[in-house]
């Protein structure tokens, strides 16, 4: 799920604040040079001003002098040294996403005196790939985004989903040795500091989208005074216990808030991908297609899993909301399988790949919060949702993998206050699919005067500079910039 980091030189109300415009937050301040050696960086598409380095950090902050793990972290100078205010780290959704080559990419779109005022950073979690990397080597079929996501069997059972997640975990046991007990947002914090030490920075940026508003709070929770200006992006819910399992049960509404849209959009005369006459019938339309398909799947060669079943339609759908653009996934899909046919089975991703996102995302998930182990939790918690939210046919209340983790936490989650700077600006759009406006409101609330939100009347996840609109763009650069922020929560239409 995002990408994201600190904020605040100054200290001010809750109302608006304008920090100080280029006082430098740097090395120079410090008087600590970052001890990094920077090397051309691996892959393709990567801006040759884009350098990568590893920093060391200890695999158990528990035990400082024990193993180290190598942290992979990029970087792209500031486009103009006089105007040099920091560094703005860019912190990935997920869990189990990286941000190393976002300085390349989206850090691109930042608006040019953004890009003036700060180094852009990126990194690789600890986990993730280039980073000292994990994989479960899960088998392929357990790969499969129904499987992943835990959709329940056409007729509710959990059975399925608790065999799943006893056989991934039992993987995970197996193969991904004790850095997997290691992984977790409160590690992933600690580890940003250490990137920040290393940097010769006293204190951070931070954009974070997606869980990375969720590590981004950790850190601001853990390291309050290393935070300069802090933008949390399509925000998690703050309650420090369900902060992963809220985010799966958040499909419910964030379904709910999404359909609306993709109806009026999938009824629109002219569109070549149109799937009903009305907006009122595509709900209707799309349930009994879900359902003709838990009856009687088409065979999907290529595709995993190798059918077209109501599981894949509603995982498809919920991947088609994420951002409006993907709406004709979802369409060509309904009207292929009306037709009984498919179409051609979607690139897949190298497994490797799959596998090491799998891996750290387990963990982060598992190790963050402990899971209920019984089914019977599970079934009523699935029998709730089916009878309330349809679309979402039970999944968001099923249990994961973690039911089965055979490790528990090894401490408590990260516990959101209203105590610290006042140096955070949440962006958040009206209708997300993952994270949802209920869980922002949250978030801002229990943030108290620590926070200002913007709030955008659009659709999709990822607000900033992707699915939102100009006005909450402006209102971000303008923090990022300048470091002012609105007077008070703002609404853009």
Not at 56 to 69: H, T
Request: hydrophobic share 35%; glycine share 8%; aromatic share 6%.
């Amino acid at each position: 799920m995002k990408q994201i980091t600190k904020s605040a030189a100054l200290i001010a109300a809750a109302s608006g604040v304008v920090f100080g415009l280029v006082t430098p937050l740097t090395a120079s301040a410090t008087g600590t040079p970052a001890p990094l050696k920077w090397d051309k960086c691996e892959g393709e598409g990567v801006d040759p001003r884009q350098r990568c380095a590893t920093v060391s950090v200890p695999m158990d902050y528990a035990d400082p002098g024990g193993e180290r793990i190598d942290i992979a972290v990029s970087r792209i100078p500031s486009e103009k040294p006089s105007a040099r205010r920091g560094a703005l780290l860019l912190i990935a959704g997920g869990p189990g996403g990286d941000s190393l080559n976002d300085p390349s990419s989206k850090g691109q779109k930042l608006p040019q005196e953004v890009r003036d005022a700060y180094d852009l950073i990126g990194f690789a979690p600890r986990g993730n790939a280039p980073s000292t990397s994990l994989s479960c080597e899960v088998g392929h079929e357990d790969l499969a985004r129904t499987a992943l996501r835990p959709w329940p069997a056409p007729d509710g059972s959990v059975t399925g989903n608790m065999a799943t997640a006893r056989r991934i975990s039992e993987a995970c046991a197996r193969n991904g040795g004790e850095l997997l007990q290691h992984i977790s947002t409160k590690n992933n914090a600690r580890d940003i500091d250490r990137v920040r030490a290393a940097l010769g920075e006293r204190k951070l940026s931070a954009w974070g989208v997606s869980y990375g508003t969720y590590v981004g709070v950790a850190y601001s929770e853990l390291f309050p005074h290393r935070t300069d200006r802090v933008v949390l992006d399509s925000n998690d819910h703050a309650d420090p216990v369900l902060a992963e399992r809220a985010w799966l049960q958040a499909f419910e509404v964030g379904v709910e808030d999404n359909f609306p849209e993709f109806a009026k959009w999938a009824s629109k005369p002219g569109n070549p991908d149109r799937v009903a006459d009305t907006a009122a019938e595509v709900r209707p339309l799309f349930l009994r297609l879900a359902a003709r398909l838990d009856r009687e799947p088409i065979p999907w060669p290529g595709a995993n899993p190798a059918e077209l079943n109501g599981n894949v339609l509603r995982q498809t759908m919920l991947d088609s909301f994420y951002d409006p653009d993907d709406y004709p996934a979802l369409a060509k899909l309904m009207l292929a399988a009306r037709k009984g046919t498919v179409p051609p089975a979607p690139p897949a991703p190298p497994e490797s790949l799959v596998q090491n996102y799998t891996a750290v995302g387990a963990g982060t998930i598992c190790n963050d919060g402990a899971w209920p182990k019984s089914a019977a939790v599970y079934e009523k918690g699935v029998a709730e949702s089916r009878a309330k939210y349809p679309l979402t046919a039970g999944m968001p209340r099923n249990a994961m993998l973690c039911a089965a983790w055979p490790w528990q936490p090894k401490e408590p989650p990260v516990r959101v206050s209203d105590r610290g700077p006042s140096n955070i600006l949440l962006v958040q759009n009206e209708r997300d699919v993952a994270t949802p406006l209920s869980g922002a409101l949250k978030l801002r609330e229990t943030l108290g005067r620590r926070a200002v939100m913007v709030t955008v009347n659009a659709t999709g996840h990822d607000s900033y500079l992707d699915n939102g609109n100009a006005c909450g763009d402006a209102a971000v650069s303008r923090f990022l910039s300048t470091g002012q922020r609105p007077a008070e929560d703002l609404y853009c239409e």
